[in-house]
DNA sequence: AGAGTGACATATT
DNA sequence: CAATATGCCACTC
């Protein structure tokens, strides 16, 4: 075979470094969009999270998406599935997260690295 | 290859 | 609080 360079050239992209970041969200807390970003190194790129989260939402994903919400303390997802957000809600609830007023207390639960 | 899009953020009114 | 404006830029078509 010719194998004359290695086709695993792509460095790793805006996802790849927004799944790793999101990775390490601790148990019981959440990040905002931009806070990930900004770890992710990538600090303007808030929207960017969004986008790529977006594409690794699935069912079987290792990734607590739903730690990551807006810097209002809000859910964001109602935008693509009024469901979701609902789901995601749950899951935080269940991981010992307060909403008060329809919202986090990010004081309180927000990550800090 | 250029225009449109977006799970946002921040500031202002 | 809500609406509006602007920034930001990887990704999609």
């Known amino acids: 075979m010719n194998i004359t360079k290695e086709p695993n050239t792509r460095q790793?992209?805006?996802?790849?470094?927004?799944?790793q970041v999101v990775a390490l969200i601790p148990y019981g807390k959440v990040?905002?969009?931009?806070?990930?970003?900004?770890?992710?190194g990538y600090p303007r790129h808030a929207r960017l999270v969004g986008y790529a989260l977006n594409r690794i939402l699935a069912p079987d994903?290792?990734?607590?998406?739903?730690r990551?919400?807006?810097?209002?303390?809000?859910?964001?997802?109602?935008?693509?599935d009024?469901?979701?957000e609902?789901?995601?809600?749950?899951?935080?609830?269940?991981e010992g997260?307060?909403?008060?007023?329809?919202r986090?207390?990010?004081?309180?639960?927000q990550w800090q690295p």
Request: hydrophobic share 50%.
């Open 12 to 19: 790793p992209t805006i996802q790849q470094d927004i799944f």
């Open 31 to 40: 990040a905002t969009y931009g806070q990930v970003a900004a770890l992710a």
């Open 61 to 66: 994903s290792d990734l607590p998406w739903h």
């Open 68 to 80: 990551v919400i807006n810097a209002q303390g809000r859910l964001s997802l109602h935008k693509l």
């Open 82 to 84: 009024i469901h979701a």
């Open 86 to 94: 609902e789901l995601q809600r749950f899951k935080l609830e269940q």
């Open 97 to 102: 997260v307060v909403f008060a007023e329809g």
């Open 104 to 109: 986090v207390n990010l004081k309180t639960f």
